[in-house]
């Protein structure tokens, strides 16, 4: 039963469903949690993607990639391809799913809240000031951070093994908490396409109460961003041998 594909599913999923879900306890109104801010936010994908990282292990993905992004430097970096298109499906369809699943835990509430700005971005990033050159420099940036970081920490040039057995989930949380706090203000630090793409899809397609526009006009910036700052990474971490 277990496998990659289930495990990049699983841990996609569990990632989504409390990334996403963290964002629509803040924004929609009459939750217990409306308006806590960028903190709680910034904290709950923290956690959300140490929960999906250990998902994804549980269900057979030793990857855990999670993100189409990490596997694209991670491909460019061994020059090995092969994975790219069934993770990318596997990624995507589970961010779709936990999208389904948050919609319905906070039914009641889409109802009750009246912007439609704050119902997408529940669903999918985009920018605090819409200037798409900028808004895609930051996207490459943060994902550059990203791979750099995780590279780092799984590095025998960093530590003789890499990091201790079960601890690199919980440092690569606290490396998405930081890129949140110091990066993430500009666009909402998507650093992976199916985190935006899938939801985005989710958000165009349900008959979510009062709903606004999906703004597939910005959508190109989460996916080409990240997948040129992890490449670049990637490349970076190959000519360094990590």
């Known amino acids: 039963m277990r496998g990659a ?14 990334g996403d879900g963290v964002v629509a ?16 936010i910034t904290t709950g994908w923290a956690f959300a993607v140490l929960c999906g990282i250990f998902t994804a292990n549980l269900f057979g993905s030793a990857d855990a990639h999670l993100n189409p992004a990490i596997t694209m430097a991670f491909a460019v ?3 090995e ?19 389904v699943v948050v919609w319905l835990f906070y039914f009641p509430h889409w109802k009750m809240t009246e912007d439609p700005g704050a119902k997408l971005a529940v669903f999918c990033t985009g920018p605090a000031i819409c200037s798409y050159g900028f808004n895609l420099f930051s996207e490459i940036v943060g994902a550059f951070v990203l791979v750099i970081v995780v590279g780092a920490m799984t590095s025998k040039l960093v530590l003789s093994t890499g990091a201790a057995t079960g601890l690199t989930p919980f440092l690569v949380g606290c490396l998405v908490w930081s890129i949140g706090l110091s990066l ?3 666009t909402g630090y998507a650093i992976n396409p199916a985190r935006d793409f899938g939801p985005r899809l989710a958000h165009s397609l349900l008959p979510i ?3 606004g526009g999906s703004d597939w006009a910005y959508s190109w910036v989460p996916i ?3 997948v040129i700052g992890a490449s670049l990474a990637g490349y970076v971490l190959r000519l360094i041998g990590s």
């Open 5 to 18: 594909l289930l495990g990049e599913f699983s841990g996609t999923f569990m990632m989504m469903l409390l």
């Open 77 to 79: 970096k061994a020059g």
């Open 209 to 211: 109460a009062g709903k």
């Open 25 to 40: 306890a803040c924004v929609l109104k009459r939750t217990k949690a409306e308006g806590a801010g960028w903190m709680v």
């Open 184 to 186: 993430g203000a500009t």
């Open 224 to 226: 080409v961003g990240p």
């Open 81 to 99: 391809f092969s994975k790219i298109v069934p993770y990318l499906a596997a990624q995507v369809a589970g961010s779709f799913s936990a999208a």
